[in-house]
């Protein structure tokens, strides 16, 4: 929890919130678990206005709270990582389309979008984007269970008793056995029935949640899961061949339920296993399949490794190893963005080969020793690489002493982590600050599509754009371009953020 | 007098011929005869000192490596200003030479007039003078990164299965070798050794993979092909932020800021 992931999470908070949760989460992940009370005092907000931060931000999963019995208090902290989730939503639901379809992705979408969500919930909102409703809630109903049992959305904790009076806080419990279990279609609807009598009796919309409502999220570690497979997956078809990859997708597959989270690798598969897995259409025979194995695991030998010789070969896909490959990849990718092709191949052998002198640098890289000098001294001035003094005498003299350079990828590699989460804020910053400066234009141009939508006539709805100058239409195209650009940018700095952070975790 | 296990090596001259025969004493009292390898310090009709004769003895022993100044005087316990002498005279006498080493630049050094520098001091064909020629580096570099990677290119042309396509796409160090020659962009003929180094860079790039393969007569050979990388460009660097000396300064609000920033401004209407 660095001061950069700090203020990158609370710049989520205020674009994708308001200030006010801002303010609360802000002063939760700076102060660590902290009680009502003392938030509303430090912060300036009455209580309630804490009450209603809290309460939005513990049903987006991103507030947690405990009672300590020694204080007696009720504790709230933060999650992190659920409200960096937000930046990723997008991955995660191209993801859900790519693999479930349409219906899949707009079950997940409105489940981010919600934080938790009955079922009955669920499928109403899904229905209201649906152009055919026919048969729309057993569709989606059964678009639901196949996620759930893929591990994609999971249950919340639900209340184990009723409160009483002594309770300071709702008991919620979830066992390991309930998270995945989706009931009935026919319960379903009879809930939904319900909901829809009361609604219609009492005319005003049932706030009020029953007690045994079953409330459902979106599961992060799995889609985390997934990601990381998909990163193995793309670097293997880059290094080594499309085909090769989807071998490797098969052998993830087929591991996924038998390898615990978060393990360095996973689960041996055998041969024969993998062969009986593989898709039909991709016609890869017995043959072809012991030649691309073959391949791999000398091409992408820290990505996947032959462990035994039991069923025709048991194989397994390193995390730990081919997460490593990939940080340094990004390490190496970084250093010759930054100060050129001459520092990349440095600091690779630096990597390649631990501890190296200065003349064995220069020998191996070829580079002019000056240059290579002042590479060597750059690097280390910006913390790249580390350097280690053996002395040959019981003096410290330069002349006699040796000098030996490393680099610590761990490190290394915090440090950017920590720049990237500065990145991604002031890509925030700087989205909120083009939006304020353009709102003008922006409510303008609302304002004109919603006229425009009510107009028939062609001539008369060109009439009525002759109202947006020119200038100020060259100004928004420049607007929407940068809003896309900022937008792009924070992608592709999270999946750098997603690889470093990943590597983080298996190293620890 | 002789200790026990101890030898002592008498050296014997017989007239001024180029032989010596050099008497060691065993510990058993026995005398070996060995013939020693004949040496200019004391070969030639030379009228030098026997000071000169030892520093010429000095830079003999170190061949064609070539010996620091400041190392004969530590091992021949001569005076500077002597030393200087004597290096001077037989420099003159064009009986050695100085030569600079591209390791050391300030360090002279010297050698036996009739022999070349070793290629640890000359740097090979990668230097010239004393001069790094990374010009000449850099077009024989991205020469053979082409060479695997048009040999990778044309063995994904062909209808073989994977483990062929892998086995083929390696280029032997003699298979570079001769397509530089071949080529003729080397006015010199470089030596394997040099190709390998050069190969050996690419692989510190992360342009090329190495194996070493195992002949039949029981000796290594190195094989290189081109390998794709790993990543496109780090996301990171695909912001200006990833680029900017000054992103530690930089706060919402202050003097740098990315409201203000005019990297920024300058990527936006990219």
Redesign the interface.
């Known amino acids: 929890m660095s001061q950069s992931e700090v203020l990158a999470c609370t710049c989520v908070l205020r674009e994708c919130f308001n200030e006010r949760i801002e303010t609360v989460g802000k002063y939760l992940a700076e102060n660590g678990p902290s009680q009502l009370r003392t938030m509303a005092n430090k912060t300036g907000l009455k209580i309630n206005e804490v009450q209603t931060a809290l309460r939005f931000l513990i049903k987006h999963n991103m507030v947690e709270f405990t009672f300590d019995s020694v204080k007696n208090n009720v504790l709230y902290s933060v999650n992190l990582r659920n409200i960096r989730a937000v930046v990723r939503s997008d991955r995660y639901t191209d993801a859900i389309r790519s693999l479930y379809g349409h219906d899949a992705e707009a079950i997940v979408r409105d489940i981010l979008l919600n934080g938790q969500m009955s079922l009955p919930e669920i499928i109403t909102s899904v229905l209201e984007s649906f152009a055919d409703r026919s048969n729309g809630e057993k569709r989606i109903y059964e678009k639901f269970v196949q996620l759930v049992q893929t591990h994609f959305v999971r249950r919340c904790p639900a209340l184990a008793n009723t409160m009483s009076e002594e309770d300071r806080i709702p008991d919620l419990r979830i066992n390991e056995s309930q998270l995945y279990d989706v009931p009935s279609f026919s319960n379903v609807a009879e809930e939904m029935q319900a909901n829809m009598q009361q609604l219609d009796s009492s005319k005003r919309p049932n706030d009020k949640a029953k007690i045994d409502t079953v409330y459902w999220c979106v599961n992060i570690d799995r889609f985390n899961e997934f990601l990381r497979d998909q990163t193995l997956i793309h ?1 293997i078809s ?2 080594v ?1 499309p085909q ?1 990859a989807e071998i490797v997708r098969t052998l993830l597959r087929r591991s996924e339920v038998k390898s615990p989270g978060g393990v360095p690798k996973t689960v041996p598969i055998s041969f024969y296993e993998l062969l009986e897995e593989l898709p039909k259409d991709l016609s890869i025979t017995n ?2 399949l012991e ?2 194995l ?2 791999l695991t ?2 992408a030998a820290e990505f996947i490794q032959q462990e035994g010789d039991g069923g025709g070969g048991q194989y397994s896909v390193y995390f730990q190893r081919g997460f490593a ?2 940080c340094k ?2 390490i ?3 250093v010759q ?2 100060y050129g ?1 001459d520092s ?2 440095v600091i ?2 630096l990597m ?1 080969k631990n501890q190296v002198e200065m ?1 064995q640098i ?1 020998i ?6 000056k ?1 290579a000098t002042g590479i060597v001294y750059r690097l280390l001035g910006d913390n790249f690489i580390s350097v280690v003094e053996v002395a040959k005498s019981t003096e410290l003299v330069p002349k006699h002493t040796f000098y030996y350079f490393s680099v610590d990828v761990d490190r290394v590699a915090k440090m ?1 982590l920590d ?2 989460f ?2 991604l ?3 925030i ?2 989205r909120m ?2 939006s304020k400066e353009n709102k003008r234009l922006i409510d303008k141009e609302q304002r004109m599509l919603a006229i425009l939508a009510q107009i028939d006539s062609p001539e008369e709805k060109e009439e009525f754009q002759r109202q947006m100058t020119p200038a100020e239409r060259t100004q928004l195209e ?1 607007y929407n ?2 809003m896309f ?2 937008m792009k ?1 924070e ?6 953020i997603f690889i470093l952070e990943t590597y983080l975790s298996y190293s620890k | 007098m002789l200790g026990g296990g101890a030898l002592r090596t008498v050296e014997a001259e017989e007239g001024r011929t180029e032989n010596r025969i050099s008497f060691h004493l065993n510990k058993d009292g026995g005398v070996l005869l060995k013939l020693a390898v004949p040496s200019v310090a004391s070969s030639q009709v030379l009228d030098i000192d026997e000071n000169e004769q030892l520093v010429l003895q000095l830079i003999e022993e170190v061949g064609n490596k070539g010996i620091w100044r400041h190392e004969i005087h530590r091992k021949s316990k001569i005076v500077e200003v002597q030393l200087n002498k004597i290096l001077k005279n037989l420099t003159t006498k064009k009986l050695i030479k100085p030569i600079t080493s591209v ?1 050391a630049g300030k360090k002279k050094m010297y050698i036996l007039a009739n022999l070349e520098p070793n290629e640890s001091v000359t740097g090979g064909n ?1 230097y010239s003078g004393q ?2 020629d ?1 010009e000449y ?1 850099k077009m024989l570099h991205a020469m053979c990164y082409k060479f695997l990677e048009d040999k990778a290119e044309e063995v994904r042309k062909l209808p073989l ?3 062929e ?2 086995m083929r796409t390696f280029l032997s160090t003699s298979d570079v070798h001769e397509a530089i020659q071949n080529s003729k962009v080397s006015k010199v003929e470089l030596k394997p050794q040099e190709i390998d ?2 190969l ?2 690419l692989v ?3 342009k090329a ?1 190495h194996v070493v393969r195992t002949t039949a007569q029981g000796g290594h050979t190195n094989y290189y092909c081109a ?5 496109e ?7 200006p ?3 900017c000396p000054l ?1 530690n300064d ?1 706060k ?1 609000g202050g003097i740098i ?3 203000s ?1 005019e990297y ?1 401004k300058n ?4």
């Open positions: 670097a880059k290094r061949h090769a043959n072809l030649k691309w073959k391949v000398e091409a490959e990939l990849a990004h190496e990718s970084i963005e930054r092709s990349k191949r690779r052998i390649m003349s220069e191996l890289t070829k580079i002019d020793p240059e950017l720049r990237s500065k990145t804020a002031n890509l910053l700087r600050h083009e420049k371009h940068a650009m900022l940018a992608q592709e700095v999270d999946e750098t | 390791l990668f001069q790094f990374s580096f299965n994977p483990v396509q892998r180094d050069i050996l860079t510190f790039d992360g993979e390998v794709a990388a790993l990543i460009t780090s996301g990171l660097m695909r912001t932020c990833g680029q992103l930089c919402e800021s990315p409201s920033c920024m990527w936006l209407t990219f």
